[in-house]
T-cell receptor, first 112, second 117 residues
Framework: GNSVTQMEGPVTLSEEAFLTINCTYTATGYPSLFWYVQYPGEGLQLLLKATKADDKGSNKGFEATYRKETTSFHLEKGSVQVSDSAVYFCALSEKAGTALIFGKGTTLSVSS | GAVVSQHPSRVICKSGTSVKIECRSLDFQATTMFWYRQFPKKSLMLMATSNEGSKATYEQGVEKDKFLINHASLTLSTLTVTSAHPEDSSFYIC?????????????FGPGTRLTVL
């Protein structure tokens, strides 16, 4: 079945460091891919998305490129801030109207 | 973007009582909403798919008689935890798909923290 695998956390970085959170997926078709962020005590917010191969999603300095050849959708940010501390979830949608399949989430902690 | 609300944000109840959680799409109509459960430091587990005007579709292992879902209108789905027990304590999150969004983005509510004493 379809699945999403994220790197285990927590990830601890200093402010202005470079961030990569790896995400790979298994899917039978051509899924849409998403990154969601969850701040402490809150629900999930869409961070970025990509719907086809080679698409790059970007938002708030974060980027991720849909790589079909490696079935990956790694999240990157060039310079993290303390306010980026949160849990990041990679997810896929196999087809329109179906529920999302989530990775286990990666906790990011950024210190000043 | 589309906004989804949940009410209440937190609820504490006694064991054996029932709790209703509301999920509303504020600025769009959602024919389909999803209910997830999130355990501490765990990912989200899909509980059920709520379809407006029809019965919900439950995931394997989720008791439909315990977690009652009603999607009576295009903007409201409710999850009722019946005869709640401490093991039902969790963070419950709903999401809705904005039907005119061709990218199939789902928008999430802020979640409801349920604590059963």
């Amino acid at each position: 079945g379809n699945s999403v695998t994220q790197m285990e956390g927590p990830v601890t970085l200093s402010e202005e460091a470079f961030l990569t959170i790896n995400c790979t997926y298994t899917a039978t078709g051509y899924p849409s891919l998403f990154w969601y962020v969850q701040y402490p005590g809150e629900g999930l917010q869409l961070l970025l998305k990509a719907t086809k191969a080679d698409d790059k999603g970007s938002n708030k300095g974060f980027e991720a490129t849909y790589r079909k050849e490696t079935t990956s959708f790694h999240l990157e940010k060039g310079s993290v801030q303390v306010s980026d501390s949160a849990v990041y979830f990679c997810a896929l949608s196999e087809k329109a109207g179906t529920a999302l399949i989530f990775g286990k989430g990666t906790t990011l902690s950024v210190s000043s | 973007g589309a906004v989804v609300s949940q009410h209440p944000s937190r609820v504490i109840c006694k064991s054996g009582t029932s709790v209703k959680i509301e999920c509303r799409s504020l600025d769009f109509q959602a024919t389909t909403m999803f209910w997830y459960r999130q355990f501490p430091k765990k990912s989200l587990m899909l509980m059920a798919t709520s379809n407006e005007g029809s019965k919900a579709t439950y995931e394997q292992g989720v008791e439909k008689d315990k977690f009652l879902i009603n999607h009576a209108s295009l903007t409201l789905s409710t999850l009722t935890v019946t005869s709640a027990h401490p093991e039902d304590s969790s963070f419950y999150i709903c999401s809705a798909r904005e039907p005119t969004d061709s990218t199939d983005t789902q928008y999430f509510g802020p979640g409801t923290r349920l604590t059963v004493l």
